[in-house]
């Protein structure tokens, strides 16, 4: 018999390998659908030689969380004091673009640190906030300096959160200059063609409607795997054996969900678009609708983003083509608004303009007021070049 050569099948990078490959499967499948299994097969190992790195899956989650946050803030401290905006929204750029692959995590799921590592997350994100605002507060000083910043950020890190395929410099430079349209704002309001009407979310009148309408709160606090059936029935009054009554599982209540999120936003789609013939207009609708969506039903919106990428492939397929459908009504309104833009580039527009009210909402808390929204809802125009 003859021994395996070890030294030649075990690199010197296997550790930085096993977090990049990590990384990528928590962005696709989320935290608690990921397994340790599928991430040492994406690595090319066996799970017993991935646990000689990382004791457990926490362990090697919280290392992922910190990887892209440590190379933004390396990046931009080998930047000069006196880098201007296009340097630095350059450098982050380059290395979200690098990284778009393992970056997804960020939005959605690092809710799941514990408390402690969660806080030393904030604080490095803190400190890229920081750099970006400095700089736009010395070239373009006026309202809202924090808030273009991170705004410019969410058009930066959207690419995260979608697979388009477009050249990668191609990509850069579309980002970019929609991250310093937003970081340098605009003097004028944006002008919405009419107030746009969103649905109301339905009342509760059947105890399956109740049970989904205690649920979406709960799953957007915790996260859709730590709600137990027990916390579920409590809310509703219920013994745990009856929701099955009502829901064959905990999946079927969170699929209900998503396709009530999705519903609602093909509603508030068709609503901000009727009557509305110009096109820059048709996109101004949009951005103000799923701004005044994200603010008036924010617990369901990130239960149905969040939560979606852990469902199995065959119910999480129907919600994917409402997705689609979704992005191809912005895109559509967006070529016809800017005619210069090939679908690539207006696909990225889009998802950069979810990535402002994403980020942008998180700094507001989400509070919802008319200013909160005009101010958002200019921000994503901005992004989109109108």
Request: charged letters at 25%; hydrophobic letters at 45%; aromatic letters at 6%.
């Amino acid at each position: 018999m003859t021994a395996e050569p070890i030294a030649a099948t075990r690199p010197r990078n296997r550790k930085q390998l096993i977090v990049e490959a990590a990384g990528r499967v928590f962005s696709e499948r989320g935290y608690h659908a990921a397994s340790m299994e599928e991430i040492a097969a994406a690595v090319g190992i066996t799970a017993t030689a991935l646990y000689r790195h990382f004791p457990n899956k926490y362990a090697l989650f919280a290392e992922c969380a910190n990887v892209m946050v440590d190379r933004l803030v390396a990046t931009l401290d080998e930047l000069p004091p006196e880098a201007d905006l296009a340097e630095v929204l350059g450098a982050v750029t380059g290395v979200a673009v690098e990284h778009r692959a393992s970056g997804g995590l960020y939005r959605w799921e690092a809710r799941y640190l514990d408390a402690e590592d969660r806080q030393v997350l904030r604080g490095k994100f803190a400190r890229v906030v920081g750099r970006v605002t400095e700089v736009v507060r010395r070239e373009h000083p006026g309202p809202d300096e924090e808030l273009r910043a991170v705004a410019a950020l969410g058009v930066i890190g959207s690419v995260t959160q979608h697979h388009n395929s477009i050249a990668r410099r191609r990509l850069e430079e579309v980002l970019l200059a929609s991250a310093l349209r937003v970081a340098a704002g605009a003097p004028a309001a944006v002008r919405t063609p009419r107030p746009v009407a969103l649905p109301a979310q339905p009342v509760p009148r059947t105890r399956r409607a109740q049970i989904l309408a205690a649920a979406i709160p709960l799953f957007a606090r915790d996260g859709f795997a730590k709600v137990t059936n027990g916390q579920l029935a409590q809310a509703v009054g219920l013994a745990p054996s009856a929701l099955y009554r009502h829901y064959a599982t905990k999946v079927d209540i969170l699929v209900a969900a998503c396709l009530q999120a999705a519903g609602l936003l093909a509603q508030a789609v068709d609503q901000s678009l009727d009557e509305v013939t110009d096109p820059r207009d048709a996109v101004i609708a949009l951005a103000s609708a799923y701004v005044g969506y994200s603010f008036e039903h924010t617990e369901l919106t990130s239960v149905a983003e969040a939560e979606v990428a852990g469902l199995p492939d065959d119910l999480r397929q129907p919600l994917i083509l409402a997705q689609r459908e979704h992005i191809a009504v912005w895109e559509q309104q967006l070529k016809l608004a800017r005619p210069e833009l090939d679908p690539r580039q207006a696909r990225v527009l889009v998802h950069a303009g979810f990535g402002v009210v994403v980020e942008a909402g998180r700094r507001l808390h989400w509070r919802d007021s008319p200013g909160h929204r005009s101010s958002v809802t200019q921000l994503v125009v901005q992004a989109l070049g109108l």
